[in-house]
């Protein structure tokens, strides 16, 4: 079983920033991508950057230009750093890991973009 854990969440005022972090522990063996979901109340989760293994990158449009998606060397650890943040970016951010056997999410982390 693979557990992945978020930090970095918190309370920001519209035009901050914010970092967040994903680590996966247990095996991490056959990692295929990971990727940042989030979802605001009311609303179905929805991808807001990712991944691969070879080191390909996916963005959401309402995210480019200003959030980046990173990858340690040893590929079980991911970043998101959040820049110019809005009110839109309220929501609860999750990590998801992707195996060839299966896909394992984290608990997620609450970002609150005050205005």
């Known amino acids: 079983q693979v557990q992945v854990v978020e930090s970095g969440g918190g309370l920001v005022q519209a035009g901050g920033s914010l970092r967040l972090s994903c680590a996966a522990s247990?095996?991490?063996?056959?990692?295929?991508?990971m990727g940042w979901y989030r979802q605001a109340p009311g609303k179905q989760r929805e991808l807001v950057a990712s991944?691969?293994?070879?080191?390909?990158?996916n963005y959401a449009d309402f995210v480019k230009g200003r959030f980046t998606i990173s990858r340690d060397n040893r590929g079980n650890t991911v970043y998101l750093q959040m820049n110019n943040l809005n009110a839109e970016d309220t929501a609860v951010y999750y990590c998801?890991?992707?195996?060839?056997?299966?896909?394992?999410w984290g608990q997620g982390t609450q970002v609150t973009v005050s205005s």
């Open positions: 247990g095996s991490i063996l056959s990692i295929n991508a």
């Open positions: 998801k890991t992707t195996k060839n056997y299966g896909d394992y």
């Open positions: 991944i691969t293994r070879g080191g390909s990158t």
